[in-house]
T-cell receptor, first 110, second 117 residues
Framework: QSALTQPRSVSGSPGQSVTISCTGTSSDVGGYNYVSWYQQHPGKTPKLMIYEVNKRPSGVPDRFSGSKSGNTASLTISGLQAEDEADYYC??????????FGGGTQLAVL | QVQLVESGGGVVQPGRSLRLSCAASGFTFSSYAMVWIRQAPGKGLEWLTLISYDGSKTYYADSVKGRFTISRDNSKNTLYLQIDSLRAEDTAVYYCAREERLTSEYWGQGTLVAASS
């Protein structure tokens, strides 16, 4: 149950696109299509942005998209906005009803 | 609307035990698996444990197996987390969340546990 690997930080300018990677193994990310992404603003509760690799909950802008290739999942945010500045965490099902999170990525909108 | 409210956190001496509660409303609690997740100050999220909709099955992260116990009372719409032999590294905000399709969509606001003498 090792944490998934995410870059510590990424940045982009308003209107640009950024992609956050989340690398695991064949026992978690690569083995199941159950990767989710959470956005967390300082002092706030995490908010679900993507589930089952590429599905968006109701109310999440379509600027947010998810994908997966092999053992790496990705979250892409297009048309960056100031309010997108937050921490982002990936989470993957790891079998036997256990889950593992990534270490988190701090997104700066410059 | 779905609401999850955690309670029971506070400052606790290392070595002592603590029970956290999560009161659920706005949905049929007995139909959903539930999880606990924690976040140490300034750190990332850590998945801890899951309990099935009826409480018959429980699953734990290796890091807390044997010391944490998840349980639920469906008659009270309440989820619990028992933490035994509290350690300094257990200091964190503890969140409960509703599980559906192997995704935690709804989270509570969290309760802070601080292990300190």
């Amino acid at each position: 149950q090792s944490a998934l690997t995410q870059p510590r930080s990424v940045s982009g300018s308003p209107g640009q696109s950024v992609t956050i990677s989340c690398t695991g193994t064949s026992s978690d990310v690569g083995g199941y299509n159950y990767v989710s992404w959470y956005q967390q603003h300082p002092g706030k509760t995490p908010k679900l942005m993507i589930y089952e690799v590429n599905k968006r909950p109701s109310g999440v802008p379509d600027r947010f998209s998810g994908s997966k290739s092999g053992n790496t999942a990705s979250l892409t945010i297009s048309g960056l906005q100031a309010e997108d500045e937050a921490d982002y965490y990936c989470c993957s099902y790891a079998g036997s009803f256990t889950f593992v999170f990534g270490g988190g990525t701090q997104l700066a909108v410059l | 609307q779905v609401q999850l409210v955690e309670s029971g956190g506070g400052v606790v001496q290392p070595g002592r035990s603590l029970r956290l509660s999560c009161a659920a409303s706005g949905f049929t609690f007995s139909s959903y698996a539930m999880v606990w997740i924690r976040q140490a100050p300034g750190k990332g999220l850590e998945w801890l444990t899951l309990i099935s909709y009826d409480g018959s099955k429980t699953y734990y992260a290796d890091s807390v197996k044997g010391r944490f116990t998840i349980s639920r009372d469906n008659s009270k719409n309440t989820l619990y987390l028992q933490i035994d032999s509290l350690r300094a590294e257990d200091t964190a905000v503890y969140y409960c969340a509703r599980e559906e399709r192997l995704t935690s969509e709804y989270w509570g606001q969290g309760t802070l546990v601080a292990a300190s003498s």
